[in-house]
């Protein structure tokens, strides 16, 4: 039986929440332990669902991962396996930030594609070519790609798209390379810049970290590190946009706000009040939210995972919004979601327009992914009655203890099991 959120609307969320590690950081982070024999500990970890999946990858590599509350610990061996395991792989779409690691410590790596996404298709090609760059041969076969390269030799590579995998992937092989690779037209994403602070310490280097320009030295060997993963900007931001959504007051810590410059930049003109401190902000919103339009970007751009939270304070604003999602091609699924908790709201390719009303209306709703999630059970909030929450499974994949931290908080949410087929 399926888990299931009961959410009922109307409480005014106030209170303090601290937000654990960062899923986008975590995940790679462990594999990038893959790099360097030896223990790597990571502290701050989320406890999500993809923390144990991703542990399942490693472990199929021949590590061995051991996760206890916030801290994971990964023995690497010196000699690892460069085929991941299909079954673990293609749960979860991040386990592909094995493959760069790989190629760079077995000299070949498999990985299963994790194939389509319910927020569009995520082809592999920048990550394909950056490798080809460096020298590696890559191609598909059964469903998996296969990079392969006797050595690997620095270069100058420029993304056509600042894709926050192919940086990734592209990094953890340019640190053991042979020479310097040039990366232009890098991710920016503060989890790029963790990355990079992690294979720092374990002896990469690596510098213009959180700039589009990254020079990597490949260096010819990695020790392990000990590292604190930093904050969920995207889980911070969702409570940003809870408070802002039920005229609530929520302080959240853990955080960096530079990581949410724009988010916060955005409910300031929705008409928040938000004061920021060194390790968090506090959100507070007195009545009905302005309308105010979006434009998904690339960091420090507004970002893609928070779209679904701005539609659902859209839908609920005073005023008309448009909202333009420039990043993943099939987000606005969600949209139809929304639809049916009664918000006027009408997608043309990828805009949508959206018409704010006083209040949803209660119904059945069902989660795509682990943000589409979390944006219905804020507008579940703001709903007239109750409204169950399905697929629930995908918002515990990325945000740890949310029942429990929105209850705390003075939501009235349950955890409960699916009964009916509806
Ligand atoms: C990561 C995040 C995801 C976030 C996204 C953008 C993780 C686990 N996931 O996903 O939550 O929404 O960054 O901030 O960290 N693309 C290509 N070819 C490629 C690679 C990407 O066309 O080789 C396209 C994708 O289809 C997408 C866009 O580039 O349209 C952005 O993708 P990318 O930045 O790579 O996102 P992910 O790393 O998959």
Known sequence: MKDIFIVSGGARLHGTVKVAGAKNSVLKLMAAALLAEGTSVLTNCPEILDVPLMKKVLEGLGCTVTIDGDRVEIDTPAQISSDADFDAVRQFRASVCVLGPLTARCGRAKVALPGGDAIGSRPLDMHQSGLERLGATTHIEHGAVVAQADRLVGSHIKLDFPSVGATENILTAAVLAEGTTFLDNAAREPEIVDLCEMLTSMGAKISGAGTSSLTIEGVKKLSPATHEVVGDRIVAGTWAYAAAMTSGDITVTGIAPRHLH??????????????????????????????????????????????????????????????????????????????????????DGHHVVIRGIEQLSSTHVWSSDIRAGAGLVLAALCADEVTTVHDVFHIDRGYPRFVENLSALGATIERSQEETIY
């Open 262 to 347: 724009l988010p916060l930049e955005k409910l300031k003109s929705a008409g928040a009040e938000i004061e920021t401190y060194e390790n968090g902000f506090r959100v507070r919103m007195e009545g009905r939210p302005a309308a105010v339009d979006y434009q998904t970007l690339p960091f420090p751009g507004f970002p893609t995972d928070l779209q679904p939270m701005a539609i659902g304070l859209s839908a609920i604003a005073d005023g008309t919004t448009m909202i333009t999602e420039n990043v993943f091609e099939s987000r606005f699924r969600f949209v139809d979601e929304m639809l049916r908790l009664g918000a006027d709201a009408q997608v």
